[in-house]
């Protein structure tokens, strides 16, 4: 099936979301309101409306690298490096909102950052437009990283 990415890129990065919301939602009313936050964390709904952008930009970026790498050396640890960041994105909402480990949030939010940044470099030695649009995942991921450790420092 040579198009199955189209269908798969999607689903997998809706997959992601759906699974970082279930973990969000259980800490985000009885826990989240009472932490102590800076003033410039952003309200819920920019949260989510970032985050909605950077999956479907992620999985355009990933539909577009298999589009120009498929069949070339370094496909398929790409592709991995796809996946492992959705997971890893994943268990960020589960170690922040569900377990309250703060700590080890800001470890996988630098984690997150980093495959990111592996994403634009191997991706775009294929495709340079799946590399470019990977950048605001970078960007937000960043001040999502900080925020998390100013989170972390005050509670």
Do not use: E, Q
């Not at 099936?1 to 009885?30: E, Q």
């Not at 492992?84 to 997150?112: E, M």
């Amino acid at each position: 099936m040579k198009y199955y990415h189209y269908i798969f890129s999607p689903l997998f990065y809706i997959g992601v979301a759906m699974a970082g919301r279930f973990f969000t939602r259980n800490g985000l009313n009885d826990w989240y309101p009472f932490i102590v936050k800076p003033p410039y964390t952003p309200p819920g709904n920019i949260i989510g409306m970032a985050w909605t952008t950077i999956f479907i930009l992620t999985a355009i970026s990933l539909i577009l690298f298999i589009n120009a790498g498929r069949n070339k050396t370094g496909f398929w640890p790409v592709v991995s490096l796809y996946i492992l960041n959705g997971i890893v994105n994943a268990a960020w909402s589960y170690f922040f909102f569900t377990r309250h480990w703060i700590g080890l949030a800001v470890i996988d939010s630098a984690c997150i950052a980093v495959t990111v940044l592996l994403m634009i470099i191997f991706a775009g030695k294929h495709s340079r437009p799946s590399a470019i649009l990977l950048f605001p995942y970078l960007g937000w991921v960043s001040f999502a990283t900080f925020l998390t450790y100013v989170i972390y420092r005050s509670n």
